[in-house]
């Protein structure tokens, strides 16, 4: 959580201090740019990393990575001053860690369930609940911060999030960090790096259901970043009421805290086809309620209805990455499925502003919903997706064998 929080903070301030520091909104503009190809291809290749070392110990690297890379910008300030080109670089570096480090602590994840005693659907509960108190406290926490205080010290105290996230890491034992293969037996991956990355690309796409889950999570950050990131603000903009812009983040939030807590608390219970179809058709109701934009206020009721849906939803996709992922391929796998979450938001909010600049903002808020719309029939109708009930693994193949073979 402390990693999320530290990053959604990050989101808000340092675009803000950029403004100040260079006094161009273009290079706040450049800061983004600069660092979207490097995360992607972080998130592409580090997963290799991530599948050969200590699970913890790459959790933990690369929160400290995140850490230094924002403290330095006030370390550079005191010494030279800033300016746009240290903003890149440090951006690039602190890329780097983000979405690897992201990977690095879903990878974590089995083990904390092996080791934890903890149920799969209670920890991915409360994890999306987690996540959704990040998200909420975050730009309200950057506000307040960049209120109270100057942009060095608003730097210190996020670089400080990601460095107690580390720490916090550490309290983890180190044996729950290692690798082990489906007997149990700690293991690594041999072979060239390539060969490594080569072996969790296959696995990914030769798997239908990972192939069905990835292309349905590409096209729910696809269409929430589009609108949040341009079709919202353009129609709040049109309503005179773009002050209330950020209460629709809020309304996701808190909407996700709720559904993450439903599935924490009776995930257990009840088929999990019931959960992924109520999940999917709530997603599908608040999409369409935004779509249609027929007010502010049924903007913020689709935002919640998204947020609760999701969070029973994203918790219960989890619990099956979880389960059907073999552990020693989860890096690479995962970090590739986050490299290109990472690429599709800005993918959409390009195929949105092109749809509002030649034919109207309704055309492209349809245009988003018709994607998801098309993703919600391939989950539903999908055979991969039919049976979601543990396996017995005494009658069924090993992860491994399925998923090398395709039929998951």
Same mark, same amino acid.
């Given at each position: 959580?402390? /990693? %999320?929080?530290?990053?959604?903070? #990050?989101?808000?301030?340092?675009?803000?201090? +950029?403004?100040?520091?260079?006094?161009?909104?273009?290079?706040?503009?450049?800061?983004?740019?600069?660092?979207?190809?490097?995360?992607?291809?972080?998130?592409?290749?580090?997963?290799? +990393?991530?599948?050969?070392?200590?699970?913890?110990?790459?959790?933990?690297?690369?929160?400290?990575?995140?850490?230094?890379? @924002?403290?330095?910008?006030?370390?550079?300030?005191?010494? /030279?001053?800033?300016?746009?080109?240290?903003?890149?670089?440090? *951006?690039? @570096?602190?890329?780097?860690?983000?979405?690897?480090?992201?990977?690095?602590?879903?990878?974590?994840?089995? #083990?904390?369930?092996?080791?934890? =005693?903890?149920?799969?659907?209670?920890?991915?509960?409360?994890?999306?609940?987690?996540?959704?108190?990040?998200?909420?406290? *975050?730009?309200?926490?950057?506000?307040?911060?960049?209120?109270?205080?100057?942009?060095?010290?608003?730097?210190? @105290?996020?670089?400080?999030?990601?460095?107690?996230? $580390?720490?916090?890491?550490?309290?983890? &034992?180190?044996?729950?960090?290692?690798?082990?293969?489906?007997?149990?037996?700690?293991?690594?991956?041999?072979?060239?790096?390539?060969?490594?990355?080569?072996?969790?690309?296959?696995?990914?796409?030769?798997?239908?259901?990972?192939?069905?889950?990835?292309?349905?999570?590409?096209?729910?950050? %696809?269409?929430?970043?589009?609108?949040?990131?341009?079709? %919202?603000?353009?129609?709040?903009?049109?309503?005179?009421?773009?002050?209330?812009?950020?209460?629709?983040?809020?309304?996701?939030?808190?909407?996700? !805290?709720?559904? =993450?807590?439903?599935?924490?608390?009776?995930?257990?219970?009840?088929?999990?086809?019931?959960?992924?179809?109520? =999940?999917?058709?709530?997603?599908?109701?608040?999409?369409?309620?935004?779509?249609? %934009?027929?007010?502010?206020?049924?903007?913020?009721?689709?935002?919640?209805? +998204?947020?609760?849906? /999701?969070?029973?939803?994203?918790?219960?996709?989890?619990?099956?990455? @979880?389960?059907?992922?073999?552990?020693?391929? !989860?890096?690479?796998?995962?970090?590739?499925?986050?490299?290109?979450?990472?690429?599709? &938001? &800005?993918?959409?909010?390009?195929?949105? $502003?092109?749809?509002?600049?030649?034919?109207?903002?309704?055309?492209?808020?349809?245009?988003?919903?018709?994607?998801?719309?098309?993703?919600?029939?391939?989950?539903?109708? #999908?055979?991969?997706?039919?049976?979601?009930?543990?396996?017995?693994? *005494?009658?069924?193949?090993?992860?491994?064998?399925?998923?090398?073979?395709?039929?998951?």
């Amino acid at each position: 959580m402390l /990693s %999320l929080l530290g990053n959604s903070i #990050a989101g808000i301030a340092l675009p803000l201090i +950029v403004l100040q520091t260079t006094g161009s909104a273009l290079g706040a503009g450049a800061v983004a740019a600069a660092t979207a190809v490097p995360a992607v291809l972080a998130g592409l290749l580090m997963g290799v +990393v991530i599948d050969r070392i200590n699970r913890r110990t790459s959790s933990v690297i690369t929160d400290l990575v995140s850490a230094a890379s @924002i403290a330095a910008l006030p370390l550079v300030d005191l010494v /030279s001053g800033l300016n746009l080109g240290w903003f890149i670089l440090f *951006g690039i @570096i602190g890329s780097l860690g983000d979405v690897p480090g992201a990977t690095a602590r879903e990878a974590l994840l089995p #083990a904390v369930v092996r080791h934890g =005693g903890v149920s799969a659907e209670r920890l991915m509960g409360v994890r999306e609940t987690l996540g959704a108190v990040a998200i909420l406290l *975050g730009p309200a926490a950057a506000g307040t911060l960049m209120i109270l205080f100057d942009g060095s010290t608003v730097l210190w @105290i996020t670089a400080a999030t990601s460095l107690v996230a $580390a720490l916090i890491t550490l309290l983890i &034992p180190r044996h729950v960090g290692t690798i082990v293969s489906e007997d149990g037996i700690a293991a690594a991956p041999t072979g060239t790096g390539w060969s490594q990355l080569r072996d969790g690309w296959r696995a990914l796409f030769r798997s239908r259901f990972l192939l069905v889950v990835t292309m349905i999570g590409l096209a729910s950050v %696809l269409v929430l970043g589009a609108m949040q990131g341009l079709v %919202l603000p353009v129609f709040f903009t049109q309503e005179n009421r773009s002050g209330l812009l950020g209460f629709v983040l809020s309304a996701l939030a808190l909407g996700m !805290l709720l559904g =993450g807590a439903s599935y924490a608390a009776a995930g257990t219970r009840g088929a999990r086809r019931a959960w992924f179809v109520t =999940g999917l058709a709530g997603t599908t109701a608040g999409i369409a309620l935004i779509a249609a %934009l027929p007010s502010v206020w049924v903007v913020f009721a689709g935002a919640f209805v +998204v947020g609760f849906s /999701s969070g029973l939803f994203g918790s219960l996709i989890g619990v099956l990455m @979880i389960e059907r992922i073999p552990e020693t391929m !989860l890096g690479r796998i995962m970090g590739t499925q986050n490299a290109m979450m990472t690429a599709a &938001p &800005p993918a959409g909010i390009v195929l949105a $502003a092109m749809l509002t600049e030649y034919i109207s903002v309704n055309v492209a808020a349809l245009a988003l919903a018709a994607v998801w719309t098309a993703a919600f029939v391939l989950a539903l109708t #999908a055979r991969s997706l039919r049976r979601l009930e543990p396996e017995n693994p *005494g009658r069924m193949m090993t992860n491994e064998a399925r998923v090398a073979s395709g039929e998951q």
